[in-house]
């Protein structure tokens, strides 16, 4: 007799068995210790993970009944405020003698000003008359007398603090009887008109202009002020300048420095600077420090260096997340402004953020070898006119997604940005084709994968269902790769090279060879040190040496980036032939310097060599392009994971893969190297990157020797597995969003995020190591979810 | 010649560049630091996974604010305890729950040193107050219980001798080590009670050869006051979870771990000698913290695990400003104080570290075939991790597949591994094959003896007899082997030269080429086992200038002081000769290539034997030859080649002075042009 019962309860386990025992992919297999629970708490809420929102009601209540600035036709009137621009949205009121400004939203009526607003509110002493010229006027200028130049002669001042203005009041506030306008009024004729002189005239129905003079600099300019549909702007251009007496230089300037500051730990917000990936700092505690960098990395033409790096021209402020903010973008001038943040401390009790637009930097005549000498100032300014924009965010935009898809809807709007079109997950395959390693004499050529390797690793992958492969072949020139580029085309197995990219064009992928026109070294053969090597502005030559603690010291070299033009343009047509879908450039889309060659060549003419030589192409892969390069870069490589981990930052958040989201496909660091393990992954969902590898078939240990010996591990029959499960793992998550942009990111408890997107899907990612039910979804220890 | 005079001046502008370092970007996993570890095949860093990520960087524990932390301490509970000079107390703090105490208000002046026993006592080293403390737990609230200070009446302190602890611990047995500042002689050692009884783990003055010379000739004093020669003091100190002590001193590199016996049991095998504070952790790994903020973590035997972090300029997390103490807890999180920012930094370990530290517990507890696994993991995810492949050698030795550990003791050249694996190896080899050997050498000796009895053998004896009576060789071949007949009959072949002149500068100069190329075999392909150079980083110039160099040095100036000194050799027959006496080492480095290939390290000695054979007749001939060419007697001789070698060295300074002196006069030009172009 058939005992049924006794398949019963198999049938049951084992299902269930095969169910829950399902690998986990994980890049290594787990270790036997764990850490602390509370550890693992702490790590979550430090300032690499994205936090909760402020949620208390008493902290929200207070903002929304007491803070939300509004001033009535009176107070307008008292303070000096016309109503100069309005359209539907908003009235722009401007104050001209403080250069001062008001936004006013007409749907909420919540203003945003250009002054600190709520001063006094402390009840204590806020009468200090220096700083409130400074806080009180919209306008700074940086100015240096031409007989002293130096970094620390540097004089910042306001048009009040040069109109040397006096105040009626001593700016403090009776609490039970508020009057809001008591901190800015000043002694009537304290402000010198023989000084300072703003004067205004309409341009058009959308714009006026404000001619500023400083009589005692001898400084005349022009500002634009324009209204836009959800903001305003403000133009600049340094030709309008005129400097009439010899002594004083214009250095830059600051437009509108405490637009939208917040005090103290009032504002529920963040202020939002994209730095690396992304970094918010919560404006409710006191950092007493400030943040300074320059956009677009590094001018190494002035000797300067700084590990921040911007690479989007944008800001934000936000008042209070998901009901008012702000965010700025510099459309034109970008590659000569400063992002300068101050932060609630000893020196203010503001948290501002801002741009500086320098006309002139500082840099060094270097006269000897021991590095003598003195700083000075070009005398010519530059020529490119500056164009910021002020973009107002409400309601469910009113956050970093909302900054980060303003500005994708900006740069989609100007076609720097095409829509994606991939049908499914993309993977970048990386691949070492050949190194020189040392022999005898000088190096011999190692061929680290041969282009049957490469065929066979792109069939093998096919076959497991990786179809949408993006091979980037490195070291593809006999010449080897480390510090060898700009690379010849030495191709040793030409006909190889043809058929691999014959059968990826077949398959409808791509395939980039990686090169660098800009950025070189000292083992180079392509280059030559006394033709290519470009100069700083101290006329010395761009050589670098990159000390680092493993002893393989190298000159890294700079080159000129006419000469990158032209090794470029002589190497199109070779490219061509080959028909590969184009180059992979580490450097050009983020290496941006001013040089000196014969004359003094400023960023704006490497931005529009560097831009030409992208657009003579007909697609790029870049690493970390910043945000000029985009119109011209097909794939986004490197996309960082982390911001500077400064220590003034709070959050770190995904602005830049939000704003590549649905056009540009990004791609993560080498996961080869990945130490993180799991939450890498879970990161690489949460931001919407896409994984990559690098690969190699002979094991990494022959590169031991090389260069190269910093891949300590790219074998394929070590990751070929890990591929597989790695890929599956995060096309199940992002194959139902591909093609689509984030509609919102929100954290729902300390490590744990929701993202949901234009087409209705809703991502859970879960980073802590206990299961967790939100919105009644259920979501497994380091794992993810996705509701349809 | 004046264009080439301006190319050159003109070419060479551009060296004239300020060495500038290019701040380095985020590392891969985004960290403000790369992470290295050392590799013992390459005898450097190499970079690799990252190992410990920055949790938290804090100024405030609890309701403490940190001041100037100058230690800290993390007990078995995970309990950290912060030693605060500024604030003059110890803080207690509880990561878990937040929570902290402050201890020793009002008694601590200047607290430098904190350490915590099995029992939760609490000891303090307080540099201004010249005391250590131990504090005891009563219900909560902690007195001293035990001062520990300056000892009086004891042959060790003098009135005015400094009694200035910074550092304190304990060991098991409840003995207390202080360490004073300045204090050559070593840890104060303390009973629990307070007594003191002694010195500990002073460290001694290295013997090298003028501090040798010196203590023969001088006496204590003379040694002690005007060649400053005093051991360094040792600057901190930590105790392991065996009870060994470990300490560390500035100006000398790592650490140094010592037994009970004031021994040094093992050492670090690279380090920073900028060491600011030590500690161990939880598997017996010990971390060093450098004032610039480096850390590095070794494992038990001293090898280098992991160097990250660093010094800070932007205020970044993970990076340090002025680096002061560290401390581990049970589950290897690591807590750093930065004195300048008053800050408690927390790390905590990748699963690659956690990956590294499994299999570093299972290989030192001795459990080699179970730290295959783990061992295989941590190379798979970085190749070139050297500990990785030292322990699958040991793992795979302890697995008797003694193939397999010769691999992989080869690419971390360990040596003593090597060698033992090699033994084995060769003792399968010979338990196989022996016989076949063995047999096949009887069969030689059997046709030796009855060589004249096989058919066609006396045929071809007489053949070859034939052949060599009636072939001249060339002439050129004869000189080449006239150089054989010099080393039968030494004296009647240097006098060959001279006479008959039966050998050329030619084939001097093939002999001299033949060494070059023995010389370059030997150093490329002897085993590892004696070779301490690493091929790839053999640098044919330096071989080439190293070689050629001394040899013409050695000629040019054996001629030039002996035709002073009434010597009767021309240059051609001191170059002549001098070639032809490399003949030994020609043969020699061949062997020793051969040879080497096939001992261990316990046969050295045939290895060595060899090698000091063929250079001692190198010598001895070069001796006799000396004495020949140029008709001296033995004493003269003497004489005259220690002149020649003075000789040599002062040609080689000259040169060395000459070059240095027209570099700085074209660095001047170079100099004056740039100026002149800078001020146009």
Known sequence: ?788 | MKRWLYLIIFANLGLFLPQRTVVPTLADNGLPYQTYTYASSRQQLIQTQDAYLPLSLTTQLGEFTLSSPQDVYVDSQDIIYVADKGRKSIIKYNLQNDEAIEIGLGILNEPTGVHVDEFGSIYVADFANKKAYQFVNDDGEYRVQTEYQKPLNSPFFGEEDPFDPTKVVTDRGGNVYVLLAGNVNGLAQFKNNGEFFGYFGGNRIPATIENTIRSLLFDEETRRNFFQIIPKPVYNLSIDQSGLILTSTKDQDGYLKLNIANVIYNQSVWGFNTVEDIAVGPYNTIYTLTSEGYIVEYDPNGSVLFLFSGPDAIGQKGLFKRAKGIAIDSRNNLYAVDEATGALQIFIPTEFANLVHDAIDLYFDGKYAESLVPWQNVLKMNRLFDLANQGLGDAYFALQDYESALTYYRLARDTRGYSNAYWEVRNQFLLVNGNAFVVFLMILIAFYVVRKFIPGYVWVQSQIQNLKQKTTLPSWIKELQFPFQVFAKPVDGYDDIKRHRTFSNRSALVYLIAFFVAYLIWIYETNFLFNGLISSEINIVEQVIGVFVPFGLWVVSNYLVCSIRDGDGKLSEVFQASALTLLPMIITFPILTIISHGLTANESFIYDLIYGIGVSFTVIYMFIMVKEIHFYDIKPTFKNILITIFTAIMLLALTLIIVFLLGEVYQLIADIIQEVNSRV
Do not use: C
């Open chain 1, 1 to 788: 007799m058939f005992k049924l019962s006794r398949f019963i309860i198999p049938m049951i386990v084992l299902p269930v068995l095969i169910v829950t025992t399902q690998e986990d992919p994980t890049l290594m297999v787990a270790p036997r210790v764990d850490n602390f629970a509370f550890i693992e708490n702490q790590l979550l809420s430090s300032s690499r993970y994205t936090q909760v929102d402020e949620q208390n009601a008493a902290v929200l209540n207070r903002f929304e009944d007491d803070f939300h600035l509004q001033y009535s036709e009176e107070q307008l009137d008292i303070l000096g405020y016309e109503l100069m621009l309005e359209n539907n949205n908003l009235n722009l009121y401007f104050e001209k003698d403080s250069f001062s400004l008001l936004l006013e939203d007409k749907a909420t009526g919540y203003m945003l000003s250009s002054r600190p607003e709520f001063q006094g509110y402390s009840e204590t002493r806020e009468d200090n008359t220096a700083n409130r010229n400074q806080m009180n006027s919209g306008l700074w200028i940086d100015s240096i007398r031409t007989n002293n130049i130096s970094s620390s002669a540097i004089k910042v001042e306001s048009l009040y603090t040069i109109a040397d203005v006096s105040y009626q009041t001593n700016g403090s506030q009776d609490l039970t009887n508020i009057d809001w306008t008591r901190p800015y009024l000043i002694e009537a004729n304290s402000y010198q008109h023989s000084r300072v002189q703003v004067i205004t005239s309409s341009v058009n129905e959308t714009s006026f202009k404000s001619t500023i003079q400083i009589t005692n600099y001898g400084f005349s300019f022009d500002i634009i002020i324009g209204l836009e549909s959800n903001g305003f702007s403000v133009h600049f251009n340094p030709t309008t300048i005129q400097e009439s007496n010899d002594q004083y230089r214009l250095l830059g300037l600051q437009f509108f420095p405490y637009f939208g500051s917040a005090r103290e730990d009032i504002y529920p917000g963040y202020v939002v600077i994209p730095d690396g990936v992304g970094a918010l700092v919560r404006t409710n505690q006191r950092f007493d420090k400030t943040y300074q960098s320059d956009y677009y990395g590094s001018d190494l033409g002035y000797l300067r260096n700084s590990v921040a790096s911007l690479s989007l021209p944008i800001y934000g402020m936000i008042h209070q997340v998901n009901r008012v903010g702000f965010y700025h973008d510099i459309v034109e001038g970008a590659e000569h402004a400063t992002l300068l943040a101050n932060f609630w401390g000893r020196n203010t009790r503001y948290h501002r953020i801002t741009n500086r637009y320098n006309v002139r930097r500082i840099y060094r005549n270097i006269i000897n070898r021991a590095g003598d000498g003195q700083d000075v100032i070009p005398a010519e300014m530059i020529t490119q006119p500056y164009e910021g924009v002020y973009r107002i965010l409400k309601e469910d935009q009113a956050n970093y997604v909302g900054v980060a898809k303003s500005y994708q809807n900006e740069l989609a709007s100007r076609q720097a940005i095409q829509a994606l079109e991939n049908t499914e997950t993309p993977i970048q395959l990386a691949m070492l084709i050949h190194e020189q390693e040392p022999t005898f004499f000088g190096t011999s050529r190692l061929t680290m994968t041969s282009m049957d390797d490469v065929q066979r690793m792109r069939d093998e992958l096919n076959e497991q269902g990786i179809d949408e492969q993006l091979i980037v072949l490195k070291g593809w020139s006999g010449d080897g790769y480390a510090y060898r580029q700009p690379y010849y085309f030495n191709l040793p197995d030409r006909q190889g090279l043809l058929d691999v990219i014959a059968d990826v064009n077949e398959d409808g992928q791509y395939l980039f060879l990686e090169q660098d026109y800009l950025v070189s070294s000292e083992l180079s053969r392509r280059v030559e040190f006394n033709r290519d090597v470009a100069r700083n502005y101290s006329k010395l030559k761009m050589s670098y040496r990159l000390n680092r603690l493993d002893n393989q010291p190298i000159n890294e070299y700079y080159l000129y980036p006419t000469i990158a033009q032209e090794k470029l343009a002589n190497d199109i047509a070779v490219i061509d032939d080959l028909g590969a879908s184009g180059f992979a450039f580490p450097h050009l889309g983020q290496t941006l310097f001013s040089y000196y060659d014969d004359q003094r060549i400023n960023r704006s003419e490497t931005l529009q060599i560097v831009t030409d030589m992208a657009a003579s192409l007909t697609r790029s892969a870049m690493n970390r392009p910043s945000a000029y390069m985009f119109p011209y870069v097909s794939h986004y490589l490197e996309m960082p994971i982390t911001n500077s981990q400064l220590d003034l930052f709070t959050d770190l958040v995904p602005l830049v893969p939000y704003v590549l989201k649905g056009y540009m496909p990004t791609f993560t660091p080498y996961l080869n190297f990945n130490a993180l393990g799991k939450e890498r992954l879970l990161q690489m969902i949460d931001f919407a990157v896409n994984p990559s590898y690098l690969l190699t078939d002979q094991p990494s240990s022959a590169l031991r020797y090389t260069y190269s010996n910093k891949y300590f591990t790219t074998a394929y029959d070590d990751f070929k597995d890990d591929i597989q499960d790695v890929y599956q793992y995060i096309a199940n998550a992002l194959n139902p969003v591909l093609g689509t942009t984030v509609a919102e990111r929100t954290m729902l408890q300390t490590g744990v995020s929701r993202i949901v997107y234009d087409n209705g899907i809703t991502l859970y990612i879960n980073y802590r190591s206990t299961p967790v039910t939100v919105d009644q979804v259920t979501i497994a220890a380091l794992d993810y979810e996705v509701v349809l």
